[in-house]
Nanobody
């Protein structure tokens, strides 16, 4: 059972990144999925979630209007399109089921410079 996040990097404020998370070892399509992030010295926070069948999504207030979550059940992959990035978005980003049931992997580092 594994979730592998990728797509992070260093970007200037106002820029965009698209994160991907490929799942393996479990019935991906049965689960709601979420993106989470953890900045240095802070607790992990939920950024966005999407239900198992798609549809109504959740976004933290801090990312509403800037981030878009989507999923492709045929590819066992969930995405996070991040636009208008801010330095406060700097964190390690992880994906997981929602609620989280999978071991937290390494995640992908997103660094936004001012």
């Amino acid at each position: 059972v594994q979730l592998q996040a990728s797509g992070g990097g260093l970007v200037q404020a106002g820029g965009s990144l698209r994160l991907s998370c490929e799942a393996s070892g479990f019935r991906f399509y049965y689960y709601a999925l979420g993106w989470f992030r953890q900045a240095p010295g802070k607790e992990r926070e939920r950024v966005s979630c999407v239900p198992s069948g798609g549809g109504s999504t959740y976004y933290a207030d801090s990312v509403k209007g800037r981030f878009t979550i989507s999923r492709d059940n045929a590819k066992n992959t969930v995405y996070l399109q991040m636009n208008s990035l801010k330095p406060d978005d700097t964190a390690v980003y992880h994906c997981n089921t929602f609620p989280p049931q999978i071991f937290w992997g390494k995640g992908t580092q997103v660094t936004v410079s001012s």
